[in-house]
């Protein structure tokens, strides 16, 4: 590699970064990462800091895991690359199909289909969706429903399914028939109900209506988060995910649950769908699949869907659908170590113990710091909503957003901003002294 000079000379200059304006990312150039062991990473001043981002939610095991960089290693030295496309497969993509079914049989998953990250995955439930109406000589249904706020990642399909203008603004027009029905947050929704019980029944009246006047004959579909992580981790009421199932079942529409973020453990539970005792017909992965090690994503699929497929022996059954990197025997090897290490480890009962810390830490910092207007979180996925006046709830601004973020930065903490929410989403072999690090740095962030 070239020397810190010239990094720090073209840093954000060749390179456009995601979510980011190019000009912006000049002006005020982003931190350069340099290193990383165990939960902590190091920029290219030498700082280290703890790093409450967890890379982007993903990388649930630190940074020092050894089992899975010599998986990659290991597979890298037998085979870098094989086409899982018809007539090939290779030996990790065929194991980590069944370790991951196997482990997912509580949901009710039954086959696995490799992408290359969380927006691939989510593009092919969409796709399979689809194509299943049209095996099941039910064409008319084409169309999607999805909760505001919600994020689904940046293909066409994945976007229009999103519920933030931010990422479809600019790209419009999206996909047609695409509806959504109000995000069900206790902190803003339009109902003004604060009580959550209360809250899910008027969030599930509003999506039978929504089906009422689309017709369900019409919906192929319906993607949620089971806590909406991007739109500021949006914690659903207990009973929330249970009444759309319900209502999905009444109507036949399929449920889709996007578990990229809640996937192997994040929220105290295997999955946000075991979390809510939900069987969704398909779960799309990503992220912590290789705990952020290589880039690997998957759909699973349900009983019913993998039956209909299956049965079907016209054209109608085959999937037009796939990825050069599609069961890639490296990221597919990164994967078997990395749900070893993360069943090894029991991770989901340590995001459950350190969540609790974690919670209990917010909720402190709330009661000290007017500026937090809400503080939220399940296991170790929480934000901390800042606003200029808890009265009328006025968000902060951007410029204050960035000051606590980088005096956060100053005091040991990397934290990541979201619109006026700071996103917490740490490894998950977080320690309760961790958990201690992370909100002295929030604090004196917020001072
Ligand atoms: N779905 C959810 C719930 C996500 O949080 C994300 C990314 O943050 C995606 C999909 C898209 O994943 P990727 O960025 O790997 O394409």
């Known amino acids: 590699m070239r020397d810190r000079n010239f990094l720090v000379e073209n840093n954000a200059k060749p390179i456009w970064h995601p979510m980011a304006h190019p000009a912006e990312m000049r002006a005020q150039p982003p931190r350069i990462v340099m290193k ?5 990473v190091t920029d290219i001043d030498g700082k280290t800091v703890i790093d409450a981002v967890g890379g982007l939610w993903n990388v649930n095991l630190g940074y020092s895991c050894d089992p899975i960089k010599q998986a990659i290693a290991d597979q890298l030295s037998a085979l870098p690359y094989y086409s899982g496309f018809r007539g090939t497969s290779s030996g990790p993509s065929i194991e980590l199909a069944y370790e991951l079914t196997e482990w997912f049989k509580p949901e009710g998953m039954v086959r696995a289909f490799f992408t290359s990250g969380g927006s691939d995955s989510v593009e092919t439930a969409l796709r399979l ?8 000589g039910q064409a008319d249904r084409t169309k999607f429903l999805a909760l505001k706020k919600g994020y689904h990642g940046t293909h066409f399909g994945g976007a229009s399914v999103n519920g933030n203008a931010n990422f479809r603004r600019n790209y419009e027009p999206m996909l047609p028939g695409v509806f959504h029905i109000p995000a069900p947050s206790t902190y803003r929704n339009p109902f003004n109900e604060t009580d959550a019980a209360k809250l899910a029944q008027l969030c599930a009246a509003a999506m039978e209506e929504e089906i009422a006047f689309q017709g369900a004959d019409t919906i192929a579909a319906f993607i949620m988060e089971p806590v909406l992580g991007a739109g500021g981790v949006i914690v659903p009421p207990d009973s929330f995910m249970k009444l ?3 209502i999905c079942d009444r109507h036949g529409i399929l449920m889709i649950a996007d578990e990229v973020v809640t996937g192997f453990g994040r929220t105290g539970a295997w999955s946000g769908s075991r979390l809510w005792g939900v069987k969704p017909d398909m779960m799309t992965m990503a992220k912590a699949i ?8 998957a759909t699973l699929i349900g009983e019913q869907v993998t039956e209909a497929f299956e049965a079907d022996t016209t054209a109608f059954g085959s999937i037009g659908h796939g990825y050069t990197y599609s069961g890639h025997p490296v990221g597919c090897a990164a994967g078997l170590a990395a749900l070893a290490e993360t069943r090894r480890l029991k991770l989901d009962e340590n995001a459950h ?11 402190a910092l709330k009661a000290k710091h007017a500026l937090v207007g809400d503080v939220r979180g399940k296991g170790l996925m929480a934000a901390l909503e800042l606003v200029a006046d ?6 902060a601004d951007k410029k204050t957003m960035a000051k606590v973020a980088d005096a956060a930065y100053e005091a ?3 934290l990541r901003v979201s619109g006026n929410n700071l996103i917490l989403s740490p490894p998950l072999i977080l320690t309760a002294a961790d958990v201690r690090r992370i909100a002295e740095g929030i604090d004196a962030g917020l001072s």
């Open 412 to 414: 040991g903490v990397m």
């Open 244 to 246: 759309a199932r319900e």
């Open 36 to 40: 990383g062991e165990g939960v902590e």
């Open 390 to 395: 808890r009265d009328s709830k006025k968000a």
């Open 290 to 297: 290789t705990s952020g090690y290589f880039p690997l994503g």
């Open 353 to 363: 113990a350190r969540g609790e810390d974690l919670a209990r830490a917010l909720a």
């Open 129 to 136: 969706a689809r194509q299943y109406w049209k095996i099941k």
